[in-house]
Each structure stands twice: as C-alpha cells, then as structure tokens.
C-alpha cells in the first residue's frame, strides 16, 4: 500500500457516517408509562409505511429507557417537530427524569399529547420487529391533527438544521 492509499474504513464507520448525512424527520414519541407518568423520547428514524390502513415505521433503541414502556402499552403519540422545537428536540435527546416539566401537554385519554407541534398522530402498535441493538414499531394512525409550521430536521448529527420551502406551502 503506498503513503497515498488508505485501508478502507471498517463498514460499521462507513454507515454511520452515509445514515448522518441522510436527511430525516425529527418526531418526540410519548406513551404512558406503568406507573401512570408520560414518557417519551426523541425519534429520527420514522417513516411513512402505509396508507391502508394509515401506518408509520419507526425505529427504536433497545437501551432507550422507553423502549419497554413502547412495546408494553398499545397506544402511543408521534409528534413531528416544527422549526421552533429544537429545545423540545434536545429535552427529549437527553435523560432527564421529567421531559414534560415546562411543556404544554396534556392526556389525550391514555397517550400524552404535546400542544403545538405542526403534526400529532395518534396510533396503535401493530407490529414490533428487533433486529441488532433497534427495533422497528409499525404503528396504525387512528387520529391526528395538524398545523402550520416548517419542520425540522435531522442531518450530519444536528437537530437544529432547518429546511426551508421555495415557493407556496401546499395546502393539507
């Protein structure tokens, strides 16, 4: 191998790095937690599944600390996050014990719903497959709500990039 050749990166490096500049959606997940308090966490991998019936994908750690609470209750809350949100973003990255302290929320029966996010979407755990270190969750829309708002985004590890539209907003 000459000074000029490189050996190639092991693969694992050569993912993570293609994933990070893989632009994505930034959603907070909430459910209820056993003992009755909400919880959540912050998802970049999600994605439209299908629309009959209405059906997300997502995929979750298995080391997140709701990622139990995720495949033992049957209803959870996605709320995908508008340009504004980044704080909301960073609270629900981190560790904190209470994500919600200082939000506007509040229990849309049994799943916590955060006010004032550009997208809810109520849904119904259909399917969870584990695979590596995640698992991916298909959930069933069963209600929704949406909002003005520029969304933001997830790309090369920064939840405060944002995406701006040239041109009109298309009505819903």
Do not use: N
């Amino acid at each position: 191998m000459t000074t000029r050749e490189r050996a190639a990166p092991p693969v694992a490096e050569v993912f993570t790095e293609a994933m990070a500049r893989l632009v994505s959606g930034v959603a907070v997940v909430t459910v209820r937690r056993p003992d009755g308090t909400p919880g959540g966490l912050l998802v970049s991998s999600i994605c439209s599944y299908s629309v009959r019936p209405p059906s997300l994908l997502m995929s979750i750690g298995r080391k997140s600390r709701s990622y139990r609470t995720l495949l033992r209750e049957a209803e959870f809350g996605v709320h995908l996050l508008g340009a504004e949100d980044c704080q909301v973003a960073r609270v629900f990255a981190g560790h904190g014990d209470d994500k919600f302290a200082g939000l506007d929320w509040g229990w849309e029966e049994t799943v916590p719903r955060l006010h004032g996010m550009p997208v809810y979407l109520r849904c119904l755990r259909r399917r969870v497959f584990e695979h590596g270190d995640h698992a991916v969750v298909i959930g069933e829309v069963t209600r929704g709500g949406l909002a003005d708002g520029e969304p933001l985004v997830y790309y090369r590890r920064a939840l405060d990039w944002r995406l701006t539209f040239a041109g009109p907003t298309p009505s819903p």
